[in-house]
């Protein structure tokens, strides 16, 4: 979901669509689905957000996690 205002900056709220228990398991998605070993893994950028029940999603950021496919399976920002 976001939100847009007429004027000012614009406050982009996340609503994870999967969640982790801590933040080694978010970690641990990331890198099943991208390898640490991976070539076309390396130029990819993410952070993990903590959900108000202390919970963990990782968050893709750029082009290059959009061309790599991580919308299919986490959330992303551009």
Do not use: W
Request: glycine share 4%; hydrophobic share 45%; charged share 15%.
């Amino acid at each position: 979901m976001t939100t847009v205002t007429a004027l000012g900056p614009r406050l982009i709220t996340l609503t994870p669509n999967r969640t982790y228990a801590s933040a080694e398991n978010a970690v641990r998605a990331v890198l099943k689905v991208f390898p640490a070993d991976a070539a076309h893994c390396s130029n990819l950028t993410y952070f993990l957000q903590r959900t108000a029940d202390d919970r963990f999603f990782p968050v893709f950021v750029g082009e290059r996690a959009l061309h790599a496919g991580a919308h299919m399976h986490f959330n992303c920002i551009n």
